[in-house]
Structures are given as C-alpha cells and as structure tokens.
C-alpha cells in the first residue's frame, strides 16, 4: 500500500538540506566570504513588500571603509528605486571627488533580485572606488543569484511556517467537531437502538428485559441531556457569555447541601465534611454547586468505592476546599492537562465522558477570582483543592483587599 | 446446530443490543469486552461468526482480526460507529470479511444484523 508523507513535512525536511541556520546568518557568512575576492564597503537588501509594495530595506551591512559613519554613509536606496523601476542593473559613478572624503564618493552597484514570492534589489557600495567594472558586475550578478536562492528559502520557510498554523487549527476544530459528535450520537445510538429493539414486530420481549430496556434508555437520555449541558456551559465558558450572579453564600450550607444530595444517590460509601466556621463568599450558588457536583461525579467514576472527604479552611482571606479520594490516583504525566479542554486521560475504562467536566470547573472557579488544583499519587489518591477569596460585607460589592 | 456467534466491544450496553437482537434469531451468542477476551473465548469455543469492535482497550479491532486470522477463516464483520473509508480498506486489510460492514447503534434496533448475516 502506497504510504504518502505529509508534504508538509517533507518541504520542511528539504529546507533543512538546503542550509542550516537562518537566512540573516546564512547572507553574513556570504557576504564574509565574499569579500575575500571583492571589494565592498556596504552593503544592502531591499525587499518589495506589503501592500502598499514598498522597498524596505531587509538587511544592511557596514563592512570596509566607512564603517564609522555608519547611517550618515550610503546605502544605495535611490539607486536601489531605479533598479525596481528598470528591473535592470543599474550602477552610478560620483563626480571627480573634489575633497579627500573617500565616503562622499560612493560608487554603487543595484543588482535585481527576483524570485517566485519577492523582488528586491541587492546594493554594493564602494567608498572612494575602484570602479565597478564589466567584469566587477558580471561576478557580483553571480553573488546575487546566491542571495536569491537564499531569500527564495525565507519566503518557503514562512509559507511553510503559515501553513502549520492553519493545519494546526483545522486539527482542533476537527478534533473537537469530532468529539461533539462523538459524544452525542453514543447515547442517542443507545436511544434509538433500545427503542427500535423494543418496537419489533417480529419479537415480543418478556417484561423484565422490556424493563432492563426501559431503563437503559432512560439512563441514557439523562447522559445525552449531560452532554448537551456540558457542551453549551463550555461553550458560554469558552466566549465569556456566561451569565453568572453573584452574592454572598454561605459556603458550609452550599457544600452540605450538596454533599446530602450526593448522600441520598449512595453511589459514595461515605462522605466525610468539615468545617469549623461557616464562611461566606462572594458566588454563584448554581455554578458553585455545578463544580462539587462535578467533582462529585468524577470521583463516583474514577475513584468508584473510596470514600470522600471535604474540607473547609480559612486562609488568610481566603478558603481552601480540599476534596478528597483514596482512588487510583492520576497518573503524573497526564495531571498537567487535566484541566484542558476535552483532555480524557487515555486508556481510562471508562469510555464515556467528554473531557470538560475539569474544564468547566477551571473556568467555573476563575470566573468566581479562585483557582483550583490537584494533587495525586498511586499510593495516596488525589486531592482537588480549590481557594476562593472570603466576602467581606453585607453589600457583597467589594473583593479581598490583600 | 444453532449458528454461534461472537460479539466484541467495550460498550456494555452495545453488546447487550446486539445480543438481545440476535438471539430471537436463534443464534447462540457469546461476548467479549476487548480483543484479549475475545481470542480467549475463541481458543475455548467454536464461533460461526465474529462481530468484532475497531476501538477497543488493549487490543484493538484490527489487531484482534488479524490474530484470529492467523488459526481461523472464521467470517468477521468490524463494527465501527465511524465507517470511513480508511477503516473499511484496514478492515480488509487485517483479513475481515470480504465487505467489511460498518453498523453504527442507531441503525442497528431498526435493521436486524441476523437477516444481513444469513444473507452471506
């Protein structure tokens, strides 16, 4: 079977082979070398770029005589502007040098620059002479050649550059488009597929597997209706158009509320909570509530049977909520992306879930000025800890001062 | 003799479908959750057919088909929910049968996988 490479890659790989190092270095050391057979003082890259097509000058060196003056020298732009003009070669000779100045006798060469993606114009200056003669220009067109090749791998390295950007960002679309997908047509395949078992006219199903099927697809449907919620709360998330209203709660009562819920399902062998103060913050208690819910959730998941232990404390100013399982623990390597946009730790047993739980929570818990992290090993479990600023005043108007 | 079929895949409730669809046919079914369970079960027991998921832990679809290809002519059918080209020709590739059908949930309540099986 034909195995085509990524042309991308292989136009990266023969850039490569061209020369290494940038193209500035690459003209330096020309340029260095060059010089050992011809006599240049300065000498400049002009470019046509940009809308607007301007001569810019892209590179510029002060190498022989006339280094001192640096700026106050030329640098062949007049001449350079003739050249495009022309698109020839062009030279000029100063006038009978009436000081002994050798820098007010430039004598310039403009050499056209032309490949596919530029035209420029390569400059030499000769401060005081000598001349550039037939022969002079015949070998400095070759030089030119050269430094064109150079600028045709600039112009391919950016473009390549370019391409790689866009590449990347279609892959993240794709990957999400493909996820959403993913992630609805699962339990609505279970729906439909349930659904349509049952509705055959050729089966009659006994009562207990009509239950069983029942059940299922109505677990499903409460899947589906999750994902769905989860998708348009990262979205809001995601463009900052989520409404949030915030006052101040009662962070005990908030987390004990939830925390009976979560009693009441009895898909947590226990859950321990304290506190020793109730403390007030600045939030949204449906949000607030989303995040231990998800925590909650995940736990129920991926740490099935241990039992889970949240706590409250003050900290200067602000709250630290640990919760915590002694499950299996996140693995090292994935515990720095947890917290990304669909990020699923591979090879989970679980394969349904759409990686923005966490997500969500990080957003969810910035969006009330807190942050959250984690902390886990095989041995120990895993922690969450979120901090969030302690609400001062009645008003709720005002924030930490600290 | 009832025809015995095998089905792999690591959703649960996909093999419970297919099973509750295949057996008013008179099929016998037996399941797998992954590729390791599935060569397991087949060096026990003897399969007419095997319905066998692409993604899978541990083993995938590919690698299991063509381990059972390596002691077996057995007709295998891949289930994929995706159904690309790219997977179709892998299929055939690894040595599934000579259509490789993609049957995605949704289609699966409505159509009966049994009546497509005795029509090979």
Known sequence: ????????????????????????????????TWRKAFIVDNLALYLLEGPGLNLNPVYARSLGRGRRSGADASWGENLANKVIDSGKMEHFSPAAPTSGDRISSPFILGLPLKCVDCTGVLTMIRFGGPKFTRKHIQQASIFAEMITNILERKFHQDKIDQLETVRNK??????????????????????????????????????????????????????????????????????GRMLMKFHPISLGSLTKQVVDRYKTLNKIPEIHFSFDKDIQVEADPVRLS???????????????????????????????????????????????????????????????????GLYICDELIRAHHGNISVSSSQEKGTIFQIKLPISQGDQGAEFLKE | MPNRILVVDDEIRYLRLLEANL????????????????????????????????????????????????????????????GSENDKVHGLDSGA????????PQSTGGRNPGTDVHAR
């Open chain 1, 1 to 32: 079977m034909v195995k085509i490479e990524d042309p991308i890659k292989v136009l990266s790989e023969l850039t490569g082979f061209v020369q290494a190092g940038n193209w500035r270095s690459a003209i330096d050391n020309l340029v260095k």
């Open chain 2, 97 to 104: 049968g000579e259509s490789a059908r993609c049957i995605a």
């Open chain 1, 290 to 356: 989303q995040v231990f819910e998800n925590l909650f959730d995940n736990a129920i998941k991926y740490a099935p049977g241990s039992p889970i232990w949240i706590s409250l404390k003050k900290q200067k100013g602000m709250v630290k909520i640990d919760f915590k399982d002694i499950g299996p623990g996140i693995n090292s390597e994935d515990l720095p992306f947890i917290f990304e946009r669909f990020y699923r730790v591979p090879g989970h047993i679980d394969a349904r879930g759409s990686g923005l």
């Open chain 1, 170 to 239: 279609t892959q993240l679309q794709d990957d999400f488009i493909a996820t959403i997908s993913h992630d609805l047509n699962t339990p609505l395949g279970f729906i439909k597929g349930y659904t349509s078992s049952l509705l055959r006219n050729d089966v009659t199903w006994n009562e207990e597997t009509t239950r069983e099927f029942l059940a299922i697809i109505d677990d499903e449907t409460d899947r589906l209706i999750g994902v769905i919620h989860q998708l348009l709360d990262s979205a809001r998330l995601k463009d």
């Open chain 2, 23 to 82: 057996l008013p046919e008179g099929f016998e079914i037996s399941t797998a959750l992954n590729g390791e369970e599935a060569l397991e079960k087949f060096s026990n027991e003897h399969f007419d057919l095997v319905l066998l998921d692409i993604m899978m832990p541990k083993m995938d679809g590919f690698t299991a088909c063509q381990r059972i290809r390596q002691f077996s002519q057995v007709p295998i059918i891949m289930l994929t929910a995706k």
